[in-house]
């Protein structure tokens, strides 16, 4: 009788497995004839990856192993890194009290009085004192641009230069005040110079390359104009916006961080992660590698050693190397597989371990952040995903819920193609519309 159990719940077992097995394979058949139905796609290099959250299985791979240009796909990287070394909140500023002066030290903390975030509590903390103050702006080492950035978007604000104590996203906000110019910080209204001989026909305001004057066109400001452009950044810039921000004496050091230095914490983690992912905002995603290098203890704020260690001590069993050079995907000296890609979104997945909490960080298609057009509109998205987008490449990796309710991972990424990026959405939109309609 006890074999004849065995044997049947043996029987069902198997019946169970081949079923799955057999289910598979068709949504891989169904899966690659959608996929292959895209004609103009042999112009251009496409990588696909969907896998199976529940079975732990690789439902279908086109490419899957090649490495693609990743742009801001890099920021998933930058992500995973935040969950496993500043899980609950972002340290802002490190410090020492010694006698009547209190000494401080940047991290790289993004949120330090960002526009958006409004990081206040290490801002407070300083102006609240009432020892004298000293910045030392010795910890960071690496280049004001990430490695390969391109030098002529100094302009453009996706661009900002890398410090260890960002001030206010180190941007200058301009706008119209009552037909004024008016700059954020506001310490630059007086490197605000009207050309007479522009005979450009929109308003936008330039910077020139090498130093903090902004040149802007002798015609009627609009009413609706608002611009931000990088500033040049060095200490006496920053102790200027300190001093003017805080409304007292900060002063200059020349000291060694020491290893007994204090923390002071500024936002919670995941306000700053979701400004990063939403939006896909370069700036965050740079400095939180130094915030990074900060955790780990390291000698010094420096992204290349940050992200060494990353991939050394977190990241060394992914199914190919990558290649990661920036925390933004500005350089196109990111280079990443579908696969790895895959690998990188469960670790996220099991991480978090909690959907609600992963998606609402991360943008939803039709719904909001860089996936909000490109789906259709809807209060209930379907895919959770990171986009990124340089000139010519286009990819979109993340999580599609189907319409029965499992979740698959996903990497779609476009590379070397001429035609309109959004010919380019609007095919991955197609494929992942029908995953979530038929599975």
């Known amino acids: 009788m006890v074999k004849s159990i065995l044997k049947t719940s043996l029987y069902f077992t198997l019946f169970i497995m081949l079923a799955g097995c057999s289910a598979q394979k068709r949504m891989k058949r169904q899966v690659s004839r959608v996929f292959e139905a895209n004609k103009t796609a042999k112009q251009y290099h496409t990588g696909f ?12 791979e086109s490419e899957a192993d090649h490495y693609f240009t990743p742009a801001s796909n890099t920021k998933l990287f930058t992500f995973y890194a935040g969950l496993m070394l500043i899980p609950d909140s972002v340290p802002s500023l490190r410090y020492v009290i010694k006698g009547d002066s209190l000494i401080f030290w940047g991290t790289g903390d993004p949120s330090f009085l960002q526009s958006r975030l409004k990081g206040l509590k290490a801002f407070e903390f300083l102006k609240s004192s009432d020892k004298k103050l000293f910045f030392a702006p010795v910890r960071y080492t690496g280049a004001l641009f990430g490695k390969g950035w391109a030098w002529d978007d100094y302009n453009d604000d996706y661009q900002a230069e890398i410090t260890e ?10 706008s119209n005040d009552h037909g004024r110019l008016k700059a954020v910080p506001r310490l630059f209204n007086d490197c605000l110079f009207r050309d007479s001989l522009s005979a450009s026909k929109v308003f936008k305001v330039q910077r020139d390359l090498d130093r903090n004057s902004f040149h802007y066109p002798s015609q009627v400001i609009p009413d609706l104009y608002s611009q931000e452009i990088p500033y040049k950044t060095n200490p006496a810039i920053t102790l200027a916006i300190l001093r003017d921000t805080l409304g007292k004496p900060v002063s200059i050091i020349d000291l060694k961080m020491p290893v007994a230095a204090k923390t002071i914490y500024n936002m919670k983690s995941d306000s700053v992660f979701k400004a990063m992912l939403l939006p896909s905002d370069n700036f965050i995603a740079e400095q939180l590698l130094l915030v990074y290098a900060n955790q780990l203890g390291l000698e010094s704020l420096n992204s290349t050693q940050a992200i060494a260690t990353i991939l050394k001590n977190e990241l060394s069993d992914l199914p190919d190397a990558p290649r990661w050079v920036d925390g933004s995907g500005l350089s196109r000296g990111n280079l990443f597989t579908p696969r790895t890609l895959v690998k990188l979104l469960e670790k996220i997945y099991t991480t978090v371990n909690n959907t609600e909490r992963l998606y609402a960080m991360l943008p939803a298609g039709g719904n909001r952040g860089t996936l909000k057009n490109a789906y259709p509109k809807t209060d209930q998205p379907f895919i959770f995903a990171k986009t990124g987008t340089l000139s010519n490449n286009h990819n979109q990796s993340g999580y599609v819920v189907t319409k029965k309710g499992k979740t698959y991972i996903y990497s779609f990424m476009n590379n070397n193609f001429v035609i309109q990026t959004a010919d380019v959405r609007q095919e991955m939109a197609r494929v992942m519309t029908y995953i979530h309609d038929h599975f």
């Open 49 to 60: 990856a969907l896998y199976d959250i529940a079975s732990k299985k690789m439902i279908f």
């Open 165 to 174: 104590l960002p001030l206010m996203n180190n941007v200058l906000s301009l």
